[in-house]
């Protein structure tokens, strides 16, 4: 089983900060995803990496695949209110049906 | 289209009951995932279909848990009977090959057994 360790496990910031979270593994990952899920609701796949290296941007987030493919950081910028959830990594391997192992979250809460 | 759709989104039911959750994954996604979620565990993959055929069922807790898939639109995830232990939130999940590897999830169903 691969496993995927993220962390911090849980953060509380002030509105215009910024943060980052980290999702590592001892196993080499085919391509990594990242989901936000808020409250009442299922997870919503925001990203998927697939390159060693590889920088990704969506707005004010920034997620960087290592060199490896074995970990994975999720950087905000200037965090909002809206940026409060939990946001999991999921990691695949390669060949054969893309079965997600998901990491078990780190819980964000953005203070307005 | 309306996403993956689940019920219901709360059952409160007591120790010994049957309970079963309903699943109606997005039109011509071709795998189904089922999920289990708690803060000790977190995100648990249960058990997955692939043209409506489960392919792997290893991750379902014991005997007390069966999933069905009787057509590409419906899946079932019984509980029989259900035990406090099994309070969890459950999610239901599709993909398909033209999505890439993105799972669409549904909005999960809060059980509580008491």
């Known amino acids: 089983t691969q496993l995927l360790e993220q962390s911090p496990q849980f953060l509380s910031i002030q509105e215009g900060e910024n943060l980052t979270v980290y999702c590592n593994s001892s196993s080499v990952f085919s391509s990594l995803q990242w989901y936000r899920q808020e409250p009442g609701e299922g997870p919503v796949l925001l990203v998927t990496?697939?390159?060693?290296?590889e920088v990704k941007k969506l707005k004010r987030l920034t997620f960087q695949f290592g060199d490896a493919r074995k970990d994975s950081s999720l950087h905000i910028t200037a965090a909002q209110p809206g940026d409060t959830g939990l946001y999991l990594c999921?990691?695949?391997?390669?060949?054969?049906?893309?079965?997600?192992?998901f990491g078990r979250g780190t819980s964000l809460i953005v203070h307005p | 289209d309306a996403g993956v759709i689940q019920s219901p989104r709360h059952e409160v039911t007591e120790m010994g009951q049957e309970v079963t959750l309903r699943c109606k994954p997005i039109s011509g996604h071709d795998y189904l995932f089922w999920y289990r979620q708690t803060m000790m565990r977190g995100l648990e993959l249960l058990i997955y279909f692939n043209n409506n055929v489960p392919i792997d069922d290893s991750g379902m807790p014991e005997d007390r848990f069966s999933a069905k898939m009787p057509n590409a639109s419906f899946s079932t995830l019984k509980i029989q009977p259900s035990e406090p232990r099994d309070s969890a939130v459950y999610f239901c999940a599709s993909s398909g090959l033209a999505g890439g590897n993105e799972q669409f999830f549904g909005p999960g169903t809060r059980l509580t057994v008491l």
């Open positions: 990496v697939v390159t060693g290296g």
């Open positions: 999921a990691g695949g391997a390669s060949g054969g049906s893309y079965i997600p192992t």
